[in-house]
């Protein structure tokens, strides 16, 4: 077999044994990897689609990858798959100004296409920590959302067409540069979100917006968490749509900041229940910050924020998204972590946040829960390091939390996808119905269940 795919590619596209690097199999934690059979790195979707089908005669199953930067393994090989990195496709083919659009093939990096976009006045919106490995590919198969989603949407929102390979090898390209295409059922959406198990996304037409004439930061304290509900609304009301990122930090976590991150630096007093990070897109360079300015100012004399700071440079601007963004140090300092991405209603965010710190303080007496996530979206991301870190614990950890999003109504994977780190949960938030209409449409495109098998069911 592994001749026949040396015949599809050429040499450096075939890797095995010893060749196949820890780029394909490092799940970061995230899920347990297994050995595949081989690595192939194609060029073309005509290669992709040569792959599928002789893997499709013979029931080979295929993982497909795109950056690696996934957190509930997704991309992990089980052990005996064939690997299908999509890196070498990384061509940007079409740029079209007027038609606000970009065609990529899918192992392009995301901050490769964010940097081509702002060179020519444009953006691509969706954005995330994991840019600088992402590829367009890997975030429109898990439907990626990140810090830009309470202004643009999640990824779904920015693809306009894409060209995918069906399990069989049937190349589906659909490659639509509209914004309105109502002929017939839109498949696209099939392949968006649904983690490599349906098809292998080769080929993507991005939507681009044009990019804001000016970003502005400020980080703000705010005592009670009806204030930061009240905060968001008052905001979504006076920026007119200029609102680009409403990231909350819960006071656990700026304290374990302050304690753990050394080269993070706050920018203002410990202790406020609640720390804010807004960011404004607008396209008033006279004007725009004095606005922020005054809307804080209000803000503060109405009562609803305790205290605020407007970044006055880039260089503070980067250092207030790198508490947000960067507080790996500390995390590395806490030993075994459950993390995870739930999302719910926002009223709810405040009892969810107190009920499971309660509870995991109850259960586990000084272990860590850190909660913090883009709470304009609904959605929030939770760190817990009970300590011991056995397969128990982690259980006992999830259940903890799990009961507490089905309680409120909430969904066990807001932006990461299921993969193998949440199959056991998917039930927790999708009815029997939904699961089983899931499943027909598995088992109507990929019969044999060789592509991506092990995930998300
Ligand atoms: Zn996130």
Redesign the pocket.
């Known amino acids: 077999m592994i001749d026949a795919f040396a015949a599809i590619l050429d040499g450096p596209g075939v890797l095995t044994g010893a060749d196949i690097g820890p780029r394909y199999t490092n799940t970061r934690g995230h899920g347990v990897a297994g050995t595949p059979l081989c690595v192939l790195r194609p060029k073309s979707t005509i290669e992709v689609s040569h792959i599928l089908k002789l893997c499709h005669d013979v029931g080979q199953a295929v993982v497909p990858q795109g950056g690696m930067s996934g957190l509930v393994g997704g991309g992990a090989p089980l052990g005996g798959e064939v690997v299908i990195s999509l890196e070498r496709m990384n061509a940007i083919e079409e740029f079209d100004a007027d038609g606000r659009t970009l065609s990529v093939q899918s192992g392009v990096v995301l901050q490769t296409a964010h940097e081509y976009c702002e060179e020519r006045g444009f953006m691509l919106p969706l954005d ?1 920590g994991a840019r600088g490995s992402a590829t367009i590919g890997g975030v429109i198969s898990t439907n990626a ?2 810090v830009r989603v309470i202004r643009y949407g999640m990824m779904r929102e920015s693809v306009l067409g894409l060209e995918a390979v069906l399990p069989d090898g049937t190349i589906l390209s659909s490659m639509n540069k509209m914004l309105k295409n109502n002929a017939g059922y839109d498949l696209k959406h099939l392949f968006i979100g649904s983690e490599g198990t349906l098809g292998i996304v080769t080929r993507a037409v991005c939507r681009l917006r044009p990019k804001p004439r000016t970003v502005n930061t400020a980080f703000v304290g705010i005592n009670d968490f009806a204030d930061v509900v009240a905060f968001l609304g008052y905001l979504e009301s006076v920026l007119g749509g200029e609102l680009g990122s409403f990231e909350v930090m819960w006071q656990g976590y700026d304290a374990f900041v302050r304690e753990r991150c050394p080269s993070l630096r706050p920018p203002l007093k410990a202790g406020y229940g609640f720390y804010v990070l807004i960011e404004t897109l607008g396209n008033q360079p006279d004007s725009d910050q004095g606005k922020l300015e005054q809307i804080l100012a209000d803000a503060l004399e109405r009562g609803l924020v305790a205290d605020a700071a407007l970044a006055q440079s880039d260089q503070q601007r980067a250092a207030f998204w790198a508490i947000r963004e960067n507080a790996g140090e500390g995390f590395r300092t806490l030993g075994p972590m459950v993390s995870f ?1 739930v999302s719910m209603p926002i009223k709810s965010m405040g009892t969810f946040g107190e009920r499971i710190t309660a509870s995991l303080f109850q259960q586990y007496p000084g272990s860590t829960c850190l909660v913090l ?2 709470m304009g979206d609904g ?1 929030l ?1 939770v760190v817990a390091a009970v300590g011991s870190g056995t397969a128990e614990d982690k259980e006992r950890v999830n259940d903890t939390v799990y009961s507490v999003i089905r309680d409120l109504g909430g969904s066990v994977s807001a ?1 990461h996808g299921i993969g193998t780190e949440k199959k056991d949960y998917l039930s927790w938030s999708r009815s029997p119905p939904e699961i089983a209409l899931m499943q027909t449409l598995k088992r109507a495109i990929d019969p044999k269940g060789i592509l991506n098998p092990g995930k998300i069911f």
């Open positions: 995330l959302g990140g991405d996530g883009h959605n991301h932006e």
